[in-house]
């Protein structure tokens, strides 16, 4: 239940943030969708996992229409050592899944995860996925 809470806690800071940067950018946020993502990584690899969303993944997520909203790990252990939780949003629920296919069939994100995993082996042992829409009353609305 303290996972689930801090997920919600999470998701609200998240789009408090995203509130804020799209009234500073003068944009609406209409009719977008936000997807927060867990992914737990396999023993000593989550720098690796940084590494490859400092240098590649960011990148590669908005070249197929999905904005990135923010990053985060825990801050305690053992979370912390294995941990990355960020939101990234798409146009709707539907763009997402074809945002997401787009994506995964990318040959340069192929080439990217292959070469990531080159020194080490797999990075990511478990990946947790939610959507989201903000509440009639939230001020993302």
Request: no cysteine; net charge neutral.
């Amino acid at each position: 239940m303290a996972k689930r809470s801090w997920l919600f806690l999470v998701a609200g800071l998240v789009l408090g943030a995203s509130l804020q940067l799209t009234l500073a950018a003068g944009t609406e946020p209409a009719g977008k969708v936000f997807e927060i993502r867990t992914y737990h990584t396999f023993p000593g690899r989550l720098d690796a996992l940084h590494k490859r969303f400092r240098e590649h993944t960011m990148k590669v997520f908005e070249k197929h229409g999905m904005s990135n909203v923010g990053y985060w790990v825990p801050q305690d252990n053992p979370a912390h050592e294995n941990t990355l939780i960020y939101v990234i949003s798409h146009a709707s629920r539907e763009q997402a899944k074809a945002n997401w296919a787009a994506f995964s069939a990318d040959p340069e994100w192929k080439k990217i995860a292959a070469d990531s995993e080159a020194d080490g082996g797999k990075i990511v042992e478990k990946v947790e996925s939610v959507f989201v829409d903000a509440t009639d009353y939230s001020p993302i609305r």
